[in-house]
């Protein structure tokens, strides 16, 4: 079991919960205790059944994923893109719809389950990728890409904007010419996903060891639309309110 903070919520719900039903049916007398766990625990109940079944904040810790997602940005996260999942557990009740080669995917960290990590997923079981000289290659066909610009955003100097051409839709990466970033070939097992960040030389994605190769059974949702930036460091920015995760 994870101790995040759906599970710290469902714990608190029930020690409420608790309170609630040993004041309601064996105190003649309530506390301000009582009273204020009767006015709670429905509210806490639909803000944990918001989170298990519909949609969850989610905060993008780096910058591997840029230009798509930048580093502070407050993203939203349907939960039950893939699957419906028990609270908690989360054991699958039902299979909703099939995983996208271009989603981008909030899961588990493989190595360290306590950590959600979020990049674009490139890999289908069976499949056979390989990236060489910042060419991504699926199945024995090169994946079509575009120059656009250079990046001009100091957080990351001397980058270009590529557009990439998955099955169905179009989404922006970046390159940097001067680097060269991790490469090779993987054959991607039954029941697992291969993942690649949008930054591609700033990502520690599918091509490593760890995390690797990604299971079903970790993925937490997908991404579907900005909420807000703020790194802390100055006030929240809200210029990408409602802008589609693509």
């Given at each position: 079991?994870?101790?995040?903070?759906?599970t710290?919520?469902?714990?608190?719900?029930?020690?409420?919960?608790?309170?609630?039903?040993v004041?309601?049916?064996?105190?003649?007398?309530?506390?301000?205790?009582?009273?204020?766990?009767?006015?709670?625990?429905?509210?806490?109940?639909?803000?944990?059944?918001?989170?298990?079944?519909?949609?969850?904040?989610?905060?993008?810790?780096?910058?591997?994923?840029m230009?798509?997602?930048?580093k502070?940005?407050?993203?939203?996260?349907?939960?039950?893109?893939?699957?419906?999942?028990?609270?908690?557990?989360?054991?699958?009740?039902?299979?909703?719809?099939?995983?996208?080669?271009?989603?981008?995917?909030?899961?588990?960290?493989?190595?360290?389950p306590?950590?959600?990590?979020?990049?674009?997923?490139?890999?289908?079981?069976?499949?056979?990728?390989?990236?060489?000289?910042?060419?991504?290659t699926?199945?024995?066909?090169?994946?079509?890409?575009?120059?656009?610009?250079?990046?001009?955003?100091?957080?990351?100097?001397?980058?270009?904007?590529?557009?990439?051409?998955f099955?169905?839709?179009?989404?922006?990466?970046?390159?940097?010419?001067?680097r060269?970033?991790?490469?090779?070939?993987f054959?991607?097992?039954?029941?697992?996903?291969?993942?690649?960040?949008?930054?591609?030389?700033n990502?520690?994605?599918?091509?490593?060891?760890?995390?690797?190769?990604?299971?079903?059974?970790?993925?937490?949702?997908?991404?579907?639309?900005?909420?807000?930036?703020?790194?802390?460091?100055?006030?929240?920015?809200?210029?990408?309110?409602?802008?589609k995760?693509?």
């Amino acid at each position: 079991m994870i101790f995040d903070f759906q599970t710290i919520l469902f714990f608190i719900i029930l020690f409420l919960s608790l309170i609630w039903v040993v004041g309601r049916f064996f105190l003649k007398k309530k506390s301000s205790l009582i009273e204020l766990s009767e006015a709670l625990v429905p509210i806490l109940l639909l803000i944990f059944l918001l989170r298990s079944f519909i949609f969850e904040p989610f905060r993008i810790p780096s910058g591997s994923m840029m230009p798509t997602l930048e580093k502070g940005d407050f993203i939203i996260v349907r939960k039950y893109a893939y699957d419906l999942r028990l609270p908690v557990t989360g054991k699958s009740l039902k299979t909703t719809n099939e995983p996208q080669r271009g989603d981008v995917v909030v899961f588990l960290f493989p190595c360290d389950p306590s950590i959600k990590y979020i990049k674009r997923l490139v890999g289908l079981p069976g499949d056979e990728i390989s990236y060489n000289n910042k060419e991504l290659t699926i199945n024995g066909t090169k994946v079509k890409s575009k120059y656009q610009s250079v990046f001009k955003d100091p957080k990351q100097y001397g980058s270009h904007v590529y557009e990439e051409t998955f099955d169905e839709g179009n989404h922006s990466l970046l390159l940097i010419p001067s680097r060269r970033g991790r490469e090779g070939s993987f054959s991607v097992p039954d029941g697992q996903y291969f993942f690649m960040g949008d930054n591609r030389d700033n990502s520690k994605d599918s091509r490593y060891e760890c995390p690797g190769f990604v299971s079903r059974d970790l993925f937490v949702g997908r991404a579907t639309r900005i909420w807000f930036n703020w790194d802390f460091s100055s006030f929240p920015e809200w210029k990408r309110i409602g802008d589609k995760i693509e």
